[in-house]
């Protein structure tokens, strides 16, 4: 499939210019680019999250498209239920895309997550990960990496280690599984538009930087996103019908100098209790992990 760029980036927009988001959200930035890539024949489903109040509700909504609220806990059975309803209308056109936080996605969803992936229904799930619950005001969640600071782990930070969701995930041997990043736009394009010429079921876990929830500037999103997948913490990467590799600024970083993790938790206020001796070994993890990518 040819490469996105801003030149044949479709103009036509899903999502009105007023919403109820942070000043900096991540999420805006991988919503409005999702909804380019799925296009108008498509319904949404979404748990609570920071994406209700992104939207608003109806009639102030600040999406295009139909999007059904549902529980926290039901994300993965309610798309498996508006897929069926499509089947019955003869609407297989219809994209039926799951999205959701990383709250909803790898903790209270995973059980509705796992049956659709096990069934092999014909979605599309998406888990933009800010790494905490950051709706209700910053709570710890299973991919909240270790050491940082939340509302529920105040003093030195989560003592565990972040879950791997698209492991998990890739773990049912469905046909697509891939990462993709806020602060690489064309990248989740590509690969949300190619969710969409896919059969059975389809995960997209999404970096989402959140500025009030990581403490940052708002300024900084793109910046601290970057420095996630220039540091080799967060990889960007597909895995198609079993088969694994390195995608955009991921694969362009094999067998080059990547940039210290201490950069990366030092742009962010939820690392300031970091204890140096877990900089250094998250450092020989991440030096590990590339070495066995060549």
């Known amino acids: ?26 999420l805006s930035i991988v919503y409005r680019m999702g909804l380019k890539a799925l296009g108008k024949d498509t319904v949404l489903v979404v748990p609570p999250s920071c994406l209700t109040v992104l939207q608003g509700l109806y009639p102030v909504a600040s999406t295009k498209l139909p999007c059904v609220n549902v529980t926290f806990a039901s994300t993965g059975a309610a798309a498996s239920g508006l897929r069926a309803a499509m089947r019955a209308l003869q609407r297989d056109d219809v994209n039926v895309v799951a999205w959701a936080g990383d709250g909803g996605t790898g903790d209270i969803g995973i059980q509705a997550l ?74 989740l394009y590509d690969k949300v538009k190619k969710a969409t010429t896919l059969p059975g079921p389809k995960y997209i876990h999404v970096h989402t930087p959140c500025p009030p929830g990581w403490n940052f500037e708002t300024r900084y999103t793109i910046k601290v996103g970057k420095l996630a997948v220039q540091t080799g913490l967060f990889m960007l990467y597909e895995i198609e019908n079993g088969e694994y590799r390195l995608t955009g600024a991921s694969e362009a970083l094999v067998g080059k100098p990547r940039r210290p993790v201490a950069e990366y938790f030092a742009a962010q206020g939820r690392f300031k209790s970091l204890d140096p001796a877990i900089v250094a070994a998250v450092q020989e993890q991440v030096d590990a992990r590339w070495q066995a990518q060549g």
Request: aromatic fraction near 6%; include cysteine.
């Open 114 to 187: 796992s049956g659709a992936c096990e069934r092999g229904e014909n979605i599309i799930y998406i888990c933009y990960d800010n790494e905490a619950y950051m709706n209700t005001g910053v709570q710890r969640s299973g991919t909240t990496p270790r050491g940082v600071l939340t509302t529920t782990t105040p003093i030195k930070g989560k003592p565990q280690e972040k879950k791997d969701v698209p492991a998990i995930i890739a773990a049912h041997g469905i046909g697509y599984v891939a990462t993709a990043s806020a602060a690489y736009p064309l990248d």
């Open 1 to 26: 499939m040819e490469k996105t760029t801003i030149i044949n980036l479709t103009e036509e927009e899903f999502v009105h210019p007023g919403n109820r988001a942070c000043s900096g959200c991540g």
